[in-house]
């Protein structure tokens, strides 16, 4: 498994940036350190959090037209802003080319950027991994959402998604529905 771990990181080294590969190996120890908290398999999250920008560095126009090529549903919302894609092309991706054929850790990099309601804790794994990764420094309320993280997953969704929603709304930019239904589901797992 080591090998197959570091032949992966080998080729995204190549193909990302040195800001993105270095996100990418925070978010996958980051990820690794989860799922000890939460009794995940390890490899799982490894794998994951190492491909779950495997699509980031391709061009927009480009994400556009693999997903016309590969029957990839684009939203309206990932029309305008196709960086959006990166996540539903990036488990294609994840598939394809590193072979990766656990269900679970696709859908993990499938609903990674925008979450989804009912997420399984490998799905939340990644998607906090994500926000709270050590290179990660101008999230609101980071320190809160890394402290929480370890202690209740589904409140460290909720303030993720706020954050969220709340940055998109002061910036003017589109709201992808999911991540609004998403939060309000989490929202609602709320203790009273």
Known sequence: MNEIFTNIQMQLKEEL??????????????????????????????????????????????????????????SDVERENPSLLHAKLGAYIAREKYGVMDDEVLHAIYVHTTGEPGMSTLDKILFVADYIEPNRDSQPNLEYVRKIAFWDLNQAMEGILYDTLEYLKKSDKQIDSMTQKTYEYYASTKES
């Open 17 to 74: 940036d040195e800001k993105r590969y270095e996100h990418t190996i925070g978010v996958m120890y980051t990820a690794a350190s989860l799922a000890m908290r939460y009794g995940v398999m390890m490899h799982q999250a490894i794998l994951a959090g190492l491909l779950h920008d495997c699509a980031k560095a391709i061009p927009n126009d480009e994400k556009l037209e693999l997903c016309k090529k590969y029957g990839i549903i684009v």
